[in-house]
């Protein structure tokens, strides 16, 4: 599948972060990402690299805090397992240097937010397990 960069051009992804004793409202509004320049490559799937500007930013938002990412650029990759793809074809990487935090958004064929994975940046390791139906991270 061929990603729709008009489609994910400008969105907005709600989801809850969190553990059974605190909560985080997440907000993830990406760019206008058609007027960026990307490169596209991959051995199982599209993959793209969206190099961001001063103007065409990742803004993030927890509960009432937004600021933007310092990431200068976003990446856009597909699923190594071939039956992940079919559902969810793109991961979308948002990173929060400030706060050590890797989020994986994957999308699904309606580019709907369908799942969240959260990682810690310097070590890749999860800090909270893998988002499922009934997982800590729900998205809104």
Do not use: C
């Amino acid at each position: 599948m061929e990603l729709n960069i008009g489609a994910v051009s400008n969105q907005k992804f709600d989801f809850i972060w969190g553990s059974p004793m605190n909560s985080t409202d997440v907000e993830v509004t990406l760019p206008d990402l058609s007027k960026l320049v990307y490169s596209v490559w991959g051995d199982w799937g599209p993959m793209y690299k969206f190099n961001l500007t001063d103007q065409a930013v990742v803004k993030i938002k927890y509960n009432e805090d937004e600021y933007n990412s310092t990431q200068k650029q976003l990446k856009i990759e597909s699923p190594m397992l071939a039956r992940e793809r079919d559902e969810l074809p793109f991961y979308i990487i948002v990173e929060d240097q400030s706060k050590n935090l890797k989020f994986k958004l994957y999308i699904d064929t309606d580019y709907n937010l369908a799942k969240v994975t959260e990682h810690r940046i310097r070590n890749n390791v999860y800090t909270y397990e893998e988002v499922s139906e009934n997982s800590q991270i729900t998205t809104l």
